[in-house]
């Protein structure tokens, strides 16, 4: 018996040992799955959001387009109907009804671009039909009686239309400046900025 004793001592403790080995690494595998990490270096907390910036470059026929869809979505019942063209200028063609007929008003401008991305709209030439009209009277005019967005203001005295690309108010804390406008060479381009 005395044999029989030491094999299946031997025996016996090769199996727990064995056994405890296996429920030692088992424990181990777990308890790295289970368990979190006190710092995550990639987490949300942790990676360090600043502005995102890309350039948009367009032409003037896709950016008509853009004009074209924005003014039919957004068009009210207004006393002018007009489209915006921008050609080698911005054109602002529309008709108006004056002593009950129905007469052409033409409004153009230089497009310059400000230093801080903003668009100032140089009055070129404003036309009724075939008479020009004076600027300054004009603008006016529009700026006291026509509903227009707050990123847009009217500057009689400057005689020109002033376009607060910055003001303008995006979704999803996107930001929009001119950097390009020149409408000669088809050169038009944005600076684009998403904001975390």
């Given amino acids: 018996m005395g044999i029989k004793m030491k094999n299946w001592n031997k025996w016996k403790l090769s199996f727990f040992t064995i056994l405890i080995m296996n429920i030692a690494l088992l424990v181990t595998i777990v308890s790295f799955i289970v368990a979190t990490p006190n710092t995550i270096e990639n987490s949300p907390n942790n990676i360090q959001t600043e502005e995102v910036h890309f350039n ?3 032409t003037k026929q896709q950016l008509n ?12 019942e207004e006393k002018i109907s007009y489209a915006v063209v921008l050609a080698d200028d911005i054109t602002m063609v529309g008709t108006i ?3 009950g007929k129905k007469v052409s008003l033409l ?14 709209l140089e009055v070129k030439a404003i036309r009724l039909g075939k008479l020009r009209l004076p600027d300054r009277t ?9 509903n227009i967005p707050n990123w847009v203001i009217v500057q009689p005295d400057k005689k020109a239309v002033y376009v607060s690309l910055n003001s303008l108010q995006l979704k999803n804390n996107i930001q929009l400046k001119a950097s390009t406008f020149n409408l000669e060479e088809d050169d038009i381009s944005f600076d684009v900025g998403i904001t975390p």
Avoid at 65 to 75: C, E, F, G, H, V
Avoid at 109 to 115: A, G, H, I, L, T
């Fill in 56 to 58: 948009v470059t367009t």
């Fill in 65 to 76: 387009s853009l004009i074209r869809q924005y003014l039919t979505k957004n068009r009210k």
């Fill in 97 to 99: 009804t004056a002593f």
């Fill in 107 to 120: 409004m153009s401008f230089e497009p310059k671009v400000k230093q801080n991305g903003d668009l100032v």
């Fill in 138 to 146: 004009v603008l006016k005019y529009i700026k006291d009686h026509y």
